[in-house]
């Protein structure tokens, strides 16, 4: 039997899929054969999409699986990317998810972490060859790991653990999934952060701009402990 909570999550399922589809759609046919330097520098200045996208990330956070009560933290992250496409195959790719810890004693997984698992496999296969922009929607706030350094944030950031898997993936870092394949993440690739009480809030990095954001050494994995 569907509960309410399935049928709401089944159609913002929908929904979200519909309006990715039609990203992808408008996507291919403005570039049918896209330059991935010259896409980041678009999805970079191309404001209507950027807004859509973040749209989509307010409710992707719909999707959050988080035990804190009343207010559960919630992060909606939306990608997007280039598939490995033959001639005449549309290669865009709009992505979405968001965090989930189910339980205190849970281990996290962050909208970013789901988002990077499903673009390195489906069925055992690579479904993305790059990522050229991610946009996260959440509560700001102080950094686990660089706010007691007293970085402050407008927005919210990926984490320590997501910030040195994308540097490790940027770097084609041995022993990653994605080893025997081009990086799928690059050091320019996007990252463009929004406050969910106000999208107007934004902030944007490089993917190599991160690390120095959060005054630390840009490091391939992260024995930190990270709370939420
Ligand atoms: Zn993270």
């Given at each position: 039997m569907l509960t309410a909570l399935h049928t709401r999550d089944a159609f913002l399922q929908e929904l979200l899929q519909a309006e990715a589809t039609e990203i992808e759609r408008r996507l291919y046919l403005a570039f049918?054969?896209?330059?991935d330097d010259q896409m980041i520098q678009y999805l970079r200045d191309d404001m209507r999409l950027e807004n859509q996208l973040f749209e989509m990330a307010l409710l992707a956070r719909g999707f959050a699986n988080h035990?804190?009560?009343?207010d559960p933290y919630q992060v909606g992250v939306i990608i997007v990317g280039l598939r490995h496409a033959?001639?005449?195959?549309?290669p865009w790719a709009v992505m979405f998810s968001a965090n989930t810890k189910?339980?205190?004693n849970y281990i996290k997984q962050c909208g970013e972490w789901w988002l990077f698992e499903g673009a390195l496999k489906e069925n055992g296969h690579?479904?993305?060859?790059?990522?050229l922009a991610i946009h996260v929607v959440g509560e700001p706030r102080?950094?686990?790991?660089?706010g007691p350094q007293g970085v402050t944030q407008i927005t919210l950031t990926p984490c320590k653990i997501c910030r040195d898997r994308m540097w490790a993936m940027s770097l084609h870092a041995p022993k990653m999934v994605q080893a025997k394949w081009t990086p799928l993440i690059v050091p320019t690739t996007l990252v463009k952060t929004a406050d969910y009480r106000n999208l107007g809030i934004r902030k944007y990095f490089r993917a190599d701009e991160l690390h120095p954001f959060h005054k630390e050494p840009k490091a391939i994995f992260s024995a930190q402990a990270i709370d939420d």
């Open positions: 049918p054969e896209p330059n035990y804190r009560r009343p033959s001639p005449g195959e549309n189910p339980s205190k690579r479904t993305l060859r790059r990522i102080a950094d686990d790991v660089s």
